[in-house]
Nanobody, 121 residues
């Protein structure tokens, strides 16, 4: 059974930093596409970082580029999201996603339950 569990969310002031972690079990992060999404009420879920199993190429949308960094630890089977220079508009529930390309993963992969990040003074 595949399970993803996020941690590290919380309240932070604008300009601050947070590091989110996602503990993965049941599949290998080394062989999977890994992504972080975020969602605010009333809006679609937004991709904020992606790391693909081939090579070390990462993707970030312009809204978070140079502020967010995705990484993985193959030994611990975790994926992290370092968020710096946080802005009020980064407030959202953040979700970890992993996709090993298997039939069981389906078209959208596996999801964690999410962790709340609130950026406020």
């Amino acid at each position: 059974q595949v399970q993803l569990v996020e941690s590290g969310g919380g309240l932070v002031q604008p300009g601050g930093s947070l590091r989110l972690s996602c503990a993965v079990s049941g599949l290998s992060v080394g062989n999977s596409a890994l992504r972080w999404y975020r969602q605010v009420p009333g809006k679609e879920r937004e991709l904020v970082a992606a790391l693909y199993s081939v090579g070390t190429v990462a993707y970030y949308p312009d809204s978070v580029k140079a502020r967010f960094t995705i990484s993985k630890d193959n030994a611990k089977n975790t994926v992290s999201l370092q968020m710096d220079s946080l802005k009020v508009e980064d407030t959202a529930v953040y979700y970890c996603n992993a996709d090993d390309g298997s039939t069981a993963a389906g078209p959208n992969g596996y999801w964690g339950p999410g962790t709340q990040v609130t950026v406020s003074s």
